[in-house]
T-cell receptor
């Protein structure tokens, strides 16, 4: 299995709703990532998990709450979002940089969840 | 801090013509460089990557890229484009960060193919 699977593919939510995005990989990757991508822009890093521990939070508002229940799963819990949070949310995974002899192998991305906040 | 510049926001080429997408990077050490492609509404697919060694890197879908340290460039090329190559292309520079990797992306180049 060489894929990162994200669900749902599309999500429409109101500003008072609570929803979750899910991401799963079975490649044995120990680092997982959440990126946000607005239209016609590059992906922007939100969170990094390494060995199921949160290692980077790029000053993301608390209405976004990540969770890594195990090495294969990554969730992003959403609550009280704003319309400007509408975007494509991408999950990615990678092999460990340092344990691969310091080599950065790049990410495998999921297809993303298209989120619309109304 | 590392950064990536893609000077061309939008490029249009005719089907069958050759293609070169430009990428310049800024990084203090040996860079890890990547090209990704993104079709509309989709995730990013890795085309190729450079870590060290041969400066001409072959990737998927007939793409190649050449690393030129003296010019801080990593340009993507294809000898003959197909209509299916129309997409957004992102150049990225990577670094290790604890047990994880951090990729910094350029702004992207949108490729349009004329029939």
């Amino acid at each position: 299995d060489t894929e990162v699977t994200q669900t749902p593919k599309h999500l429409v939510m109101g500003m008072t709703n609570k929803k979750s995005l899910k991401c799963e990989q079975h490649m044995g990757h120990r680092a997982m990532y959440w990126y946000k991508q607005k239209a016609k822009k590059p992906p922007e890093l939100m969170f990094v998990y390494s060995y199921e521990k949160l290692s980077i939070n790029e000053s993301v508002p608390s209405r976004f709450s990540p969770e890594c229940p195990n090495s294969s799963l990554l969730n992003l819990h959403l609550h009280a979002l704003q319309p400007e949070d509408s975007a494509l949310y991408l999950c990615a995974s990678s092999q460990e940089g340092i344990l691969r002899g310091g080599r950065v192998s790049g990410y495998t991305f999921g297809s993303g969840t298209r989120l619309t906040v109304v | 801090a590392q950064s990536v510049t893609q000077p061309d926001i939008h490029i249009t080429v005719s089907e069958g013509a050759s293609l070169e997408l430009r990428c310049n990077y800024s990084y203090g050490a040996t860079p890890y460089l990547f090209w990704y492609v993104q079709s509309p509404g989709q995730g990013l697919q890795l085309l190729l990557k450079y870590f060290s060694g041969d400066t001409l890197v072959q990737g998927i879908k007939g793409f190649e890229a050449e690393f030129k340290r003296s010019q801080s460039s990593f340009n993507l090329r294809k000898p003959s484009v197909h209509w299916s190559d129309a997409a957004e292309y992102f150049c990225a520079v990577g670094s290790t960060l604890g047990g994880a990797q951090k990729l910094v992306f350029g702004q992207g180049t949108r490729l349009t193919i004329n029939p």
